[in-house]
């Protein structure tokens, strides 16, 4: 593949300006691939001109890769290891591309929006030879000139499913082979097709063959010759399969009689046909000619209202099976076949088949109700002679009997709503649960949150997280269910907290501001000092004390449920407020007088104070009115003598900015 701007220029000369033109022949679309096997060298003469779609191809995806002129094949791994196989262009001038997918669990047509299923490709500019082989080093090859043309061998899975994309780039219709070797994997399925059943229509002059295995189209005679039964009432005419139509490969195939088989037990017997073989897979193992399938020829009987499919929980539709095809024309489309009697009025609002586009039979009438079913008890689905003036009809055009029924049986619809009571409660809150039951519930599913679970009818919750929970209920009979969700919030969370500074001057207001969280009722206050008050917002005045003091401030508070929390905090009382610096200070480790710093800077904020020695350098400098200079400079003690400071601060009270400036004497 070349490079973007060649990609470009070719591009709009083989498909115009719109860039892709639609795939029209057989295997030239991922979902109407060529079925491929091991031992086959595939040959493609001539590359009709189409595709033009972008795939995803991850690793290459800025190379804009698309598939042009695409040819795919499909292939099934048999047994794990490595792939190879070599495409080989009619004219070695061509440029052939190709990606691999692992398509397993998915739609083939997937490899255009998901770029996950890549396994390898290779995109190389490079005409010529292309392919997976042991002289590949790389997994992914992408566009342009100078690329490798093979690929390193991929490994793919047993039990996987592969598409091989094979894109011609060159402005060509040249063809190419393609052939699987060297690779370890094995992609050659070697067991036995066989007939798997044989079934006859009700008129008894056609068989539908099911086999356990896809064969290849090209190897079914047309004209019936593969095929012959015993006793030898009749004789096959024609041999087709509607999947031949589009693919290459089917498992179904209907044959047709030249006349009518009178009711009985009969053999379809394989032989070789008018063609030279029996039936053959892909790798061209054939049904043996020995391979035989029993079928049953009815009289031809009208058919009965056979079953129904398993009846859910307020159904909305019932799913009527029968043993035998029933016409779909006969079918009234508003549904007045039917009636259905029972303890509640049931309405009918339509019926259809499970009709193919071209079919006109369906072995199932689904029938559409007017609203769901829900009350529980014994119903009957009745048939009866619709608008149409009949019943239902088989395949040849016997009518079901009017009045034929099926009894069918139903149980009540459940409702999940609960209700619920809390008990609120200061450490602990309970909260009571509570489903009516009814309609034959037999089993509750609980999650009240904080990973409590439980099957109680009427459970309690206990929680001592006080927040929003999350309940959900889940109930059944056996055979309805249903759930609720609810959400509540216990709201009595209680936390005590305040606000206060940490230093404050005597004979002066302290302030004291409550933060606590919760339905709060009630402020309890102990200052420490042997005198209380009262308030979510309060003030107190300490007596001078004898030495600067801490005091423990205790911080009560109750809600309204009479629970209550306590906070504390320890405030330290000065004896003296007045700020300063001292004039000389002793660094000797002796705990008197170490550091030097601001004395009482209690309501000193914003501070800066800084040291400087005789020659003007900056020694210290800090925003902590606590962390004092210990006579160092970058780890070196500094000599005795004078150094000068300057303090900055905002007061706390007047909001004034104040500088000061000074000297203080190192003392050795």
Known sequence: MKQFFLLLSVTLFVFGAAGQTTCVVPGQNPSTAFPVCANTVFTQNTVPACGGRTLPSPACVRDGIRDVNPFWYKFTCFQSGTLGFLITPKNLSSDYDWELYDITGKNPDDIYTDGSLVVASNWSGETGLTGASAAGSQLFVCAGPGKALFSRMPNVQAGHNYLLLVSHFSNTQFGYDLSFRDGSAVIADKSIPRLELAESNCGGDAITVQLTKKIKCTSIAADGSDFFITPSSATPVSSISIDCSVRFDSDSIQIKLNQFLPPGNYTLNVKQGSDGNTLLDYCDEAVPASDVANFTVLPVLPTPMDSLAAVLCSPNTLRLIFSKPISCSSIAANGSDFRVNGPSLVGISGAKGNCSATGSSSKEIIISLSQPMQRGGNYTLILGKGSDGNTILNECGTETPSGSSISFSIQDTVNADFVYNIQYGCVQDLVDFSHAGGNGVSSWKWNLDDNMQTTQQNPQGKYTVFDQKDIQ??????????????????????KA????????????????????????????????????????????????????????????????????????????????????????????????????????????????????????????????????????????????????????????????????????????
């Open 473 to 494: 209920l889940i109930v059944s009979n056996g055979f309805c269910g249903d759930t609720s969700r609810r959400s509540f919030l216990l709201d009595n969370f209680l």
């Open 497 to 668: 907290g305040f606000n206060v500074a940490a230093d404050n001057c005597h004979s002066e207001p302290v302030s004291f501001r409550s933060i606590s969280v919760g339905k709060i009722t009630r402020h309890d206050w102990l200052f420490g000092d042997g005198l209380s008050g009262s308030g979510d917002s309060t003030s107190h005045v300490y007596a001078p004390p004898a030495g600067t003091t801490g005091y423990i401030v205790r911080h009560t508070v109750t809600d309204i449920y009479g629970c209550t929390q306590s906070f504390e905090k320890t405030i330290t009382i000065y004896v003296n407020c007045k700020i300063d610096v001292p004039n000389a200070f002793t660094p000797n480790a002796d705990t008197k007088n170490d550091l030097l710093y601001p004395l009482n800077a209690i309501k000193a904020e914003q501070l800066d104070f800084k040291v400087y020695n005789r020659w003007g350098q900056l020694v210290f400098q800090t925003n902590d009115w606590k962390k004092g200079w210990d006579g160092r400079y970058n780890g070196q003690l500094q000599s005795s003598g004078s150094y000068v400071w300057i303090l900055q601060y905002t007061h706390r009270d007047t909001k004034q900015r104040i500088q000061k400036k000074g000297s203080s004497f190192l003392v050795r």
